[in-house]
């Protein structure tokens, strides 16, 4: 099962002279395990574009189904459909409130009616997922952390809901390289041990090409690309340039010694591959 989108369109303030269309005709299919990564310029549509992925958003025209069921329909089954993704928004930190890291967490199975000893494994779960120790944590206010382990705080919050998919738009954004580092870490440990289909809104270009199996390129609230990373940022460089976004720098170089005449792997997107493609060509000179 997968979440869908048919011909979604997101017109803002409709039907007054400051209306502007978002997203524009968007079909879309999000498959089980995927790791999608969503990136464009600032206004391209992107967080719109995942505010709808768990009704926040109503689509002004088309629709959107989660496994099936219409998410923007009323009833029973839709709500539990949009409980099955989980949203963590850019500084999710922001939403923190309650007294301890614990209770925070807690909120949202509290709040759809779980029982307590099962809301406490799952707090439990997650702050072992995002690599907070209980022991250590769990009682602490959440507001003495640091950005990012109040980033973690808030993701582990969603993650205790046990979502199918994880939508996350920006999660690394004001954080320093050793936060985003950690975060990043934590996501690719939960996306490789549950096998959870997550969504990714980030404008760091080589955590994308890193994370991702599948990229979309957003551009005037319309998809403009749809493929693997390593094609897009192989072949696709003129219409990235259009949409606003720049090529890794790590796709750059490994394109421009190969111009020059070394003969290394120019589709790989990590630096571990890079350095392995650059060490192998040398060692065969």
Same mark, same amino acid.
Request: aromatic share 6%.
């Given at each position: ?77 839709? *709500? ?29 199975? *509290? ?144 394109? *421009? ?25 040398? *060692?065969?000179?």
């Amino acid at each position: 099962m997968s979440i869908i989108l048919k011909d979604v369109t997101y017109t803002y303030m409709a039907k007054t002279p400051y209306e502007k269309s978002a997203i524009k005709n968007i079909n879309l299919e999000i498959r089980p395990g995927e790791f999608l990564g969503i990136i464009g310029h600032t206004g391209s549509g992107k967080s719109t574009l995942l505010q709808h992925l768990n009704g926040l958003l109503k689509p002004t025209t088309g629709s959107i189904t989660v496994e099936g069921e219409n998410i923007n329909h009323k009833g029973d089954a839709a *709500r539990l459909a949009k409980r099955k993704v989980g949203m963590v928004f850019q500084y999710p930190e922001h939403q923190l409130f309650e007294e301890t890291v614990y209770d925070d967490i807690a909120f949202g199975p *509290r709040n759809i009616g779980i029982d307590e000893a099962e809301v406490d494994r799952r707090v439990k779960k997650a702050m072992d997922f995002v690599g907070l120790d209980y022991n250590q944590f769990a009682k602490r206010t959440p507001f003495q952390l640091s950005g990012g382990q109040m980033r973690r705080v808030a993701i582990a919050g969603v993650i205790a809901l046990e979502p199918t998919y994880l939508i996350l738009d920006e999660p690394s954004a004001g954080l320093d390289p050793r936060g985003r580092d950690e975060i990043f870490s934590q996501i690719i440990k939960m996306y490789q041990s549950t096998g959870i289909t997550v969504v990714l809104v980030s404008h760091n270009m080589e955590d994308i090409a890193r994370m991702a199996n599948r990229l979309l390129v957003m551009n005037g609230g319309e998809i403009s690309l749809d493929g693997s990373p390593t094609d897009i940022f192989r072949d696709s460089q003129v219409q990235l340039k259009e949409a606003g976004v720049d090529v890794p720098p790590l796709t750059v170089l490994m394109n *421009r010694l190969n111009q020059h005449g070394l003969a290394v792997d120019h589709t790989v997107v990590a630096m571990d591959a890079a350095v392995d493609s650059v060490l192998t060509v040398v *060692r065969g000179l």
